[in-house]
């Protein structure tokens, strides 16, 4: 038990040194269209190249950030990196679709995620049209009420909303209704 909570406790650390340090990486998994083929855009997907443990796996240091309360540095990070990339590509004339990022239950319960989405937008002139948030069907539940009206400024803002991992928590189709959501990722589970 005491070599567990050392070795947690290294990683932790580590993590949060990982941004400083840039060891993290973000890999964009390419979202296609079943019917032609073309290309929709891409989904942002974070790893981390630990200078001893080479790639570590999300499975390990993703459920490590959200404890630790670091998932919040992670996900800013995750969105200013992946945006500018995404910008950068658009304003040369490309035409990559829509980059969705993945929002963790803590960034988005803590309740600030409009804002780092507007000074991210801001700071990467990415049009807003062409970010997607997803954010996990429980994360969104915790705080009902309160989640309508945060998802409703983010619309406002332009961006795209997918509910993440549907059919893992309360499965209402119902109040899917309330939502103003463009996209919904039913979990395999499901």
């Not at 050392?6 to 973000?26: N, P, Q, S, Y």
């Not at 630990?50 to 390990?60: D, N, T």
């Not at 000074?119 to 970010?131: D, G, H, I, W």
């Amino acid at each position: 038990l005491t070599q567990f909570s050392l070795d947690r406790f290294k990683m932790e650390t580590a993590l949060r040194r990982a941004i400083e340090r840039d060891e993290l990486i973000v890999y964009l998994q390419p979202q296609f269209s079943l019917e032609t083929g073309e290309l929709l855009g891409a989904e942002a997907l974070v790893r981390w190249q630990h200078p001893q443990q080479g790639l570590v796996a999300p499975a390990r240091f993703i459920p490590l950030a959200e404890e630790s309360g670091s998932i919040v540095a992670l996900g800013e990070w995750v969105q200013r990196t992946a945006c500018r990339h995404w910008a950068e590509w658009a304003l040369a004339g490309l035409k990559p679709g829509v980059l969705s990022i993945n929002v963790s239950g803590v960034e988005f319960r803590r309740g600030q995620i409009e804002d780092t989405v507007r000074k991210v937008l801001e700071a990467t002139r990415l049009p807003p049209e062409l970010l997607e948030l997803e954010i996990t069907e429980s994360a969104i539940m915790s705080q009902a009420e309160k989640s309508i009206r945060l998802l409703h400024g983010l619309r406002a803002m332009g961006i795209g909303l997918a509910v993440d991992d549907f059919g893992t928590g309360y499965s209402s189709l119902a109040y899917l209704k309330r939502l103003p959501l463009n996209k919904l990722k039913i979990d395999q589970s499901f």
